[in-house]
Structure formats: C-alpha cells, structure tokens
C-alpha cells in the first residue's frame, strides 16, 4: 500500500514556513495538549492510522509519525515547525492515494486541529511512551483487544467507541469469523498475522465473540 506522503510535506511544509506561506495560517502558539492527546486517540481517529509511540497507536494505514519525524528533530527541525507542518497536514488531507485509503482534509478544525498538532509535533520522533510489544500482552483477549484493536471498533465490553471499523456490538461476529478477520485483515484493516500468535488471534477472538452486543 502506498502510504501518504508525509515525508515530502516536511520538506514542503518547512519551506513554506520559511516563505510565510500557509494553509490558514500558522500555528498561535496557545495549544491543549491534552485535548489534543484526546482527540489523536478518540474522535479524530488519528491513532487507528498513524503509528506514534506515546499515543499507544499501531496504525498502519498511513505513515509511521515517529519514522517520519525522528530524522528531521535529529537535523534540528524544530517544534513548532514539525507543529505547523502537521497541521497544514490535517487541513490538506494527503489528496488522492493509488491503491490506499486517503487522508480526509479537515478531520479536525480550528483550535481541535492546533491541539492536535501540537501534540503530535510534542512527541512524534522522541522515543517516548513505547507501547509494550505484544509478546507482554499474554493471551488476555481483552488487553490486546483494547491494544490493537479497539482505536477502529465499537465494542462496550472494552470501553472502545472507534467508527473506523464495524461497531462489533452490532454486527456480533462469530469467533471463526474474527479469527479470519484478525489473521487475514481486509479492507481497511490489516492482517495481524505474524504480529500476534496464533493463541492470541484466538485469545481476542474469543473476547470479542463473547462480549459483543452485551
């Protein structure tokens, strides 16, 4: 899958800065951190796509943030302008993406989107908050559920609201059905085969089987 081209936006966004240009406008400097760790994680579903470390987030559907933003701190990027390009990002959106699932424009606005890029611009790159790897999660269905899973579904039983999955409450799937799912992945979703064991596909497998829709 093509990933967006976030890479190239550094570069851009970094001159644009320089030029004073923009995309509605530079970042004011007064952000929310918090709410901006609450959004990349919750609503905006940042976190079902991006890979960042301090957000717990394994998402694979666009770039890896730490991956994209490790290099330029190291070569003296710094933060606000990793904050400005980033949220020039949210503004733009990634365009169309041949073969993948694009990036929508405006996924946040205003002050969300500033909060979010400033949060994302705090931590992208610093090596912070590692996740812990999912040989340490066991076969406890629900913590890895609640790790790998629960940022794209709906499901009560692990307290997730995500809507870039189906909401599992309603669509109650089999066990044979999520283990399919989890093993192969599909659409959006990717296969999580060769990242979680075989007995802890069947772990969460079994979690959500048993939990949904009660």
């Not at 890029?117 to 559920?145: C, E, H, N, R, W």
Request: proline share 5%.
């Amino acid at each position: 899958m093509r990933r967006w081209a976030l890479g190239v936006a550094v570069g851009l966004g970094a001159a644009l800065l320089a030029a004073g240009c923009g995309t509605g406008g530079a970042a004011k400097g007064t952000s929310d951190l918090a709410n901006g760790q609450k959004l990349f994680t919750g609503t905006a579903t940042c976190s079902a796509c991006h890979t960042l470390a301090a957000a717990g987030s394994t998402g694979t559907i666009g770039p890896n943030l730490d991956d994209a933003f490790r290099g330029a701190r190291e070569q003296g990027l710094s933060q606000s302008t990793i904050e400005n390009v980033v949220l020039d990002q949210i503004r733009l959106g990634s365009g169309a993406v041949t073969g993948g699932t694009p990036m929508p424009a405006n996924l946040v606005h205003g002050q969300d989107a500033q909060d979010v890029a400033a949060y994302v611009a705090s931590v992208a790159g610093t090596g912070s908050a590692t996740p812990p790897p999912p040989s340490q999660l066991g076969t406890d269905g629900k913590a890895i559920f609640k790790a790998d899973c629960s940022s794209c579904h709906t499901l009560k039983a692990a307290g997730s609201t995500g809507t870039v999955g189906p909401n599992l409450d309603q669509l109650k799937p089999k066990q044979a059905t999520v283990v399919h799912q989890v093993t192969n992945g599909g659409a959006v979703m990717p296969a999580f085969k060769g990242k979680l064991s075989p007995a802890q596909i069947q772990a969460v497998a079994t979690f959500v089987s048993s939990s949904a829709g009660k």
